[in-house]
C-alpha cells in the first residue's frame, strides 16, 4: 500500500486486509530517503541505518531472487524419473502376465490371521482363532537336522484320486486348485498331513495322452498336454482318497505345451495306485465325485480302450462285469442294473439271492442293498424326532445306499414278499452297525457265540410262505428299462486294469475281437434277437442242466420210457440237455437241486415242453398252485414250445 504526501492512497492502490495489517509488524520496510542522508530498515525488532545507496547495489539483494536450492533438486531429480521407463504392475509367471497385488497375495495369504473381534484382546495383539500357520513347511523333528524338512504339497500341484465315471470307477490324475483345513484355506500342506480327516481339496482332471504303445515300457509313456478335461472340476474331495505323486519332468513332445517341461507318468505306477486307493476307499465309491464320459477321459490306450479301471475278480469268472459296480453280481443273463430298481424292488431281489443262492452260502454277512461281504458295507440307524428308526443316510456306507422304510420293509405279506431289512441286533452294544434280518442268525453264532440262538428266533424267523414267495422272486429276474442303443458300450483295457496290479503276466489285448466291451455289445445283440423283454432264470445252469452221468452207462430198461432228449420242430436246438431218466413214472422226484425228494400228488409240478418231464414241488419254485396256461422249467423248454414271442414278430418282418 502507498500513500500520498497527504496521507491519502495513489490511484489504483487498495485498503489492507485484516491479514495483512497482522503480518505489517514482521515486514521490513524501507522508507525513502536522500542519497544524504542513510535509511532506516526495520524488521520489527531491530533497526539499523543503511546507506540507501547500498541496498540498490548490494549482492545479497540479486542472491535473493535466485531459485532455491531444494527446489533446484526437486527439479533435477523429477527430470531424471522422466526419463525412465514407466511403472508397470504386471510381471510374466509362465508366459502369462499375473499382477503384482495377485503375487503378493499368494505369497502372503498363508501367513495372515484375522484379528481378534473383542478390542482389548485385538490391541493386546490376539487373534480371533488359536491357528497356525500350515503353509509354512514343518522341522522334521524326528530326524533330528533342523536343515531338513517334510515334503510340502502346494495348489497347482498334481495328484491322484478315483472317480466314478458311466457306472464304473477310473483313476484321474488331478492338479490341485484348493486346499482346505477345517473350513480355511491353505496354499500348502505338509504331506503327512494329507490324509487328515479335517482335510479338504478341489481338482481339475488334467489331460493325459500316451507315448510308448509298448508292452512293458521301460520308460514314461503317459504325458500331460497342458490341457484340462471339460466340466471335470470337483469339490471338497476328502483328503484319503488323495494318492500324492512326485513325477518326473520333461519336455512335451505334443499338446499345447510342445517343447515346454511337463509331467509324465508310467503305467505300472499309476496302476499301482489306482489300485492301493480301490483297497482304501472301497466302500466310499458311491461317494465319489462323478465326471461325465469324453473322448479323452477316462483315459485312453492307443486302441482307444479305457485304462485304469478299479475292478475285482467276478464270483463266476464273468469278465465283462468285473469293472460294472451297477450290475448285479450274482446275475449272469441278463445283467440286472442295480440302480435301475427301485428301494424295495432292490432289497427283494439282493434278498433272494441271500435267501436262495447257493453260491452265497459260504458269505459272510453280504449286504443288503449290494451283496457285498463283509465289512465293507456298514448301515446305521437312527431313531427320529418321532419315534420312528430310520437309516442314517449321512453315515451309513453302501454303493448302492437307499432310503427305505423299514417298517413297510419288515411286514410280510403276499404283495410285499421279503422282510429282509436292517436291524439292531439285540446283543451288540448301542450305536452298532445294523445287521440285516436273513444275516442275524449266522451273526449271532459267529460274534456271540455263547449266545442261545433260540431265544432270538423272533428276529430272524420267516414264515414258510415267505420262502416259498422268495423262491418264486429269485427264479425271477426283474424287468428293468432297456439299454440306450445309441451309446455304445465303453470297451475297457485289461493291461491297465487294477487287477493286473501285482500280476507278473500282464496280458495286453491285441485284437479287437478279445476287448470286452465288443463283447458285452454282442452279448446284447444276441439278447435283443432272443427277445429280452421276456423274464429269464437267473439261477445256475446246473440247476436245470445238470448232468445225469451216474444213469448213462445203464442197460435200456425194457418198459416203455420217455425220450432223452428230443428236438423242437423247427430243428436241432442250440444246445442239447441231458434229461432225467425216470425209473417208474409213478416215481416222481424232484429235479430242483438239493431236494430230490419224491412229490406227492398235489404238490407236483411238471413241466409242459415236449419231451422234458421234469418235474418239480411247487413251494421248491416258488409256486402255491399250477400256472395256467402251461409252466416252463426253463426258457430252452420255453423256447420249444414256441413262447417266444418277440422272435415271431421279427420273423413276421422279415
Known amino acids: 500500500m502507498m500513500l500520498k504526501g497527504t496521507g491519502t492512497l495513489f490511484a489504483g492502490e487498495e485498503e489492507e ?52 536450492f531444494d527446489d533446484a533438486a526437486g527439479v533435477a ?58 503353509g509354512v513347511p514343518a ?131 499309476l496302476r499301482a495306485i489306482a489300485a492301493l486307493l480301490q483297497e482304501r476307499i472301497e466302500g466310499d465309491f ?44 450274482y446275475c449272469r443273463t441278463p445283467k440286472v442294473s442295480l440302480s435301475a430298481l427301485s428301494g424295495p424292488v432292490l432289497v427283494r431281489h439282493v434278498s433272494a439271492h441271500i435267501l436262495c443262492d447257493v453260491r452265497l452260502k459260504d458269505s459272510e454277512s453280504p449286504c443288503g442293498f449290494c451283496l457285498t461281504p463283509g465289512t465293507t458295507c456298514v448301515i446305521y440307524l437312527i431313531r427320529g424326532s418321532k419315534g420312528t428308526t430310520s437309516i442314517d443316510m449321512k ?55 455263547t449266545a442261545d440262538v433260540e431265544l432270538y428266533k423272533t428276529y430272524f424267523d420267516i414264515s414258510p410262505d415267505e420262502h416259498t414267495l422268495m423262491k418264486g422272486v429269485f427264479r425271477t429276474v426283474p424287468r428293468v428299462p432297456k439299454k440306450s442303443r445309441d451309446g455304445a458300450a465303453l470297451p475297457i483295457s485289461d493291461g491297465h486294469s487294477t487287477r493286473m496290479a501285482l500280476r507278473d503276466d500282464i496280458v495286453e489285448p491285441t485284437q479287437p475281437a478279445t476287448n470286452r466291451g465288443d463283447r458285452d455289445a454282442e452279448e446284447e445283440s444276441e439278447d435283443e434277437e432272443d427277445g429280452d423283454e421276456d423274464e ?38 442250440s444246445r442239447l440237455r441231458k434229461r432225467r431218466v425216470l425209473e417208474v413214472e409213478e416215481d416222481n422226484l424232484c429235479a430242483d437241486e438239493g431236494c430230490e425228494t419224491t412229490i406227492d400228488e398235489v404238490d407236483l409240478l411238471r413241466c409242459d415242453a415236449p419231451g422234458c418231464g421234469l418235474t418239480y414241488h411247487l413251494t421248491c419254485q ?9 409252466w416252463f422249467c426253463d426258457d430252452e423248454c420255453r423256447k420249444n414250445a414256441s413262447w417266444r414271442v418277440g422272435s415271431r414278430k421279427r420273423r413276421r418282418k422279415e
Not at 504339497?153 to 498334481?158: I, L, S
Not at 465315471?165 to 498331513?193: E, M, P, W, Y
Open 536 to 573: 429269464e432264470n437267473d439261477a445256475p445252469e446246473s440247476q436245470a442242466d445238470e448232468p445225469r452221468q451216474l444213469l448213462e452207462g445203464l442197460e435200456q430198461p425194457t418198459a416203455a420210457l420217455p425220450e432223452v432228449t428230443t428236438p423242437a420242430e423247427g430243428g436241432q436246438t
Open 139 to 269: 522341522v522334521n523333528a524326528s530326524l533330528g537336522n533342523p536343515n531338513e524338512v517334510d515334503d510340502v504339497v502346494c495348489v497347482q500341484d498334481p495328484a491322484l484320486t478315483l472317480v466314478r465315471c458311466n457306472k464304473k470307477v477310473f483313476l484321474a490324475v488331478f492338479q490341485i486348485l484348493g486346499l482346505r483345513i477345517d473350513g480355511k484355506s491353505v496354499q500348502s500342506l505338509t504331506a503327512t498331513h494329507i490324509h487328515e480327516p479335517n482335510v479338504r481339496i478341489n481338482g481339475q482332471i488334467m489331460k493325459l495322452g500316451i507315448l510308448n504303445n509298448s508292452h512293458q515300457p521301460d520308460s514314461a509313456d503317459w504325458e500331460w498336454n497342458g490341457s484340462f478335461e471339460a466340466q471335470s472340476t470337483f469339490q471338497s474331495i476328502e483328503g484319503h482318497w488323495v494318492e500324492l505323486v512326485n513325477p518326473v519332468i520333461q519336455q512335451a513332445s505334443r499338446g499345447r505345451n510342445t517343447g515346454q517341461d511337463t509331467y509324465v507318468f508310467r503305467t505300472a505306477e
Open 622 to 630: 416258488g409256486l402255491f398252485e399250477r400256472p395256467s396256461g402251461g
Open 286 to 329: 458311491h461317494r465319489l465325485a462323478g465326471v461325465s464320459q469324453s473322448p479323452s477321459f477316462p483315459y485312453r490306450s492307443v486302441e482307444g480302450y479305457a485304462c485304469f479301471v478299479c475292478e475285482k475278480d467276478s464270483p463266476d469268472g464273468d469278465l465283462s462285469r468285473e469293472s460294472d459296480t451297477d450290475a448285479c453280481p
Open 17 to 68: 486486509t485484516e491479514e495483512e495489517y497482522d503480518l505489517g509488524s514482521s515486514t521490513t520496510t524501507v522508507p525513502s530517503g536522500t542519497s544524504e542522508q542513510p535509511a532506516t530498515v526495520t524488521d520489527g525488532t531491530n533497526s539499523q541505518a543503511i546507506p540507501a545507496a547500498t541496498l540498490e547495489t548490494s549482492p545479497d539483494t540479486d542472491a535473493e531472487l535466485e531459485p532455491d
Open 395 to 449: 453315515n451309513s456306507r453302501c454303493l448302492h445306499l437307499r432310503k427305505i422304510s423299514l417298517k413297510a420293509a419288515a411286514t410280510f405279506t403276499h404283495a410285499s414278499k421279503c422282510s429282509n431289512h436292517p436291524l439292531a441286533c439285540p446283543l451288540c452294544p448301542p450305536k452298532s452297525p445294523a445287521v440285516w434280518k436273513y444275516n442275524l442268525r449266522s451273526h449271532i453264532v459267529k460274534s456271540h457265540p
Open 77 to 134: 531429480e523429477a527430470s531424471n524419473f522422466s526419463n525412465k521407463a514407466p511403472y508397470d504392475p504386471w510381471v510374466v509367471v509362465d508366459g502369462k502376465k499375473v499382477h503384482k497385488a495377485t503375487v503378493l497375495r499368494l505369497y502372503s495369504n498363508p501367513l495372515a490371521a484375522s484379528d481378534s473381534k473383542d478390542r482389548l484382546k485385538r490391541v493386546r495383539g490376539y487373534s480371533q482363532y488359536n491357528e497356525t500357520v500350515i
